[in-house]
């Protein structure tokens, strides 16, 4: 049977089936299994590949506002059996989302018995509709200055960054700091604690060094890949599931080039090619535009403010000027809440990053209707 016709026939075809449902948006009358009434004010976001479904709902349960998380099954019982009941990611949750009670239970148990209320959803209850809408869809279809905000928030964001690698810059310098970020962003999520390591254990200056003393005439790019990849030999890296372009090793090549584009002699400060006031370009062979942008979001610009490599003003206008490397994953929903009117939010790297924060700060906080893009 076709999920659709699952759900015709009064049945989620699955967890994710429900899961969709609930994040389309619910209304009552709903009645949870302690008794009470519940209106959902927000149905959160969806959370990330691990931990509860939605992140950030506002839930009323009879007189309480609740604000958390969401998690959704299609018995009751799973929730023991996921052992969601031991996992303190699940601490935050604050609606348990059923097809079907098989327990019979009031509440379910969190950690330390924390009674979670629950909700018995069904997929032919005359109570779904389709197409929720936050207040931020309403805001930007009435004219709200979307794209002002969302640049507020990533400046924001880029001062975040640069007050992060601060310390680095300060202890270690600035060339350091930037090689250090350049390596984090490349590896990504799956490596970018490995990659760090592995630039504390083979810093810019023994790279530069090496590159003079051990490999005289040797192509620079392949040199300084060939040390990156001989010293993360030694470190545990991810590999699986990851697309042969996201490889550590592939990222590893592209780190040697990088380094050998920028640090070409033994000058190990802030590269002379990253010239103020110039269009931010970072070349490499293989390096697509779209990583070109994250290098420059989260390593050359928050290292120029952090160290005055730049003045403030320059790095503000190149971040300004950043094309968007194309939207995350989990701005999806955002990105369609807030471009109702058809338009593109998310358009340049400064507003993807305000998005980010946004996303992070308020949506999946709970604190939908208190965000900047609310609303009057
Ligand atoms: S927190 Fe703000 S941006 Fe996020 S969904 Fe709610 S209104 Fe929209």
Redesign the pocket.
């Known amino acids: 049977m076709s999920a659709r016709a699952a759900v015709a026939a009064g049945a989620f075809a699955s967890e994710s089936e429900l899961a969709a449902r609930w994040g389309e948006g619910v209304r009552g009358p709903l009645r949870l299994e302690d008794g009470r009434a519940l209106k959902v004010v ?1 149905p959160g ?1 969806p959370g990330g590949a691990s931990g509860p479904d939605y992140t ?1 709902a506002i839930v009323e349960a009879g007189d309480d506002l609740l604000r958390g998380d969401v998690e959704l099954h299609l018995r009751a019982s799973g929730w023991r059996s996921h052992g969601h009941h031991l996992d303190p990611a699940y601490a935050g949750v604050v609606l348990h989302v059923v097809e079907a009670n098989d327990t019979g239970a009031l509440a379910t148990l969190g950690s330390g018995g924390r009674a979670i209320p629950v909700l018995v959803l069904r997929a032919a209850a005359a109570g779904l509709r389709e197409g929720f809408t ?4 309403f ?1 930007a279809a009435h004219g709200m200055e979307v794209a002002a905000t969302l640049e507020r928030m990533g400046a924001r964001r880029l001062r975040q960054k640069a007050v992060r690698v601060a310390p680095l810059v300060e202890s270690a310098g600035t060339g350091q700091a930037l090689f250090t970020l350049l390596l984090e962003t490349l590896a990504g999520a799956a490596n970018r604690a490995a990659f760090a390591r592995l630039a504390r254990e083979l810093p810019l200056a023994a790279i530069l060094e090496r590159l003079d003393r051990r490999y005289p005439g040797v192509d620079r790019p392949f040199a300084a890949a060939a040390e990156l990849k001989g010293a993360a030999a030694l470190l545990a890296l991810r590999r699986a599931g990851l697309r042969p372009l996201a490889s550590p090793a592939r990222r590893l090549e592209l780190a040697g080039a990088l380094v050998a584009g920028l640090w070409p002699g033994s000058e190990r400060g802030w590269p002379a090619a990253l010239q103020e006031g110039t269009p931010l370009r970072l070349r490499a062979p293989g390096l697509g535009r779209g990583m070109a942008v994250e290098l420059a979001v989260n390593a050359v610009l928050p290292v120029a403010l952090a160290s005055g490599a730049w003045a403030e003003a320059s790095v503000e206008a190149a971040w300004l000027a950043l094309p968007s490397p194309g939207t995350y994953g989990r701005l999806k ?2 990105e369609g ?2 471009g109702h009117g058809g338009g593109r939010p998310f358009a340049s790297a400064a507003r993807l990053q305000g998005g980010l924060l ?2 992070r700060d ?2 999946t ?1 709970g ?9 009057a």
């Open positions: 927000f976001v950030g936050p207040p931020c869809a805001a929903r955002l809440w807030l946004l996303h308020y949506c906080r604190m939908c209707g208190r965000c900047p893009l609310s609303g």
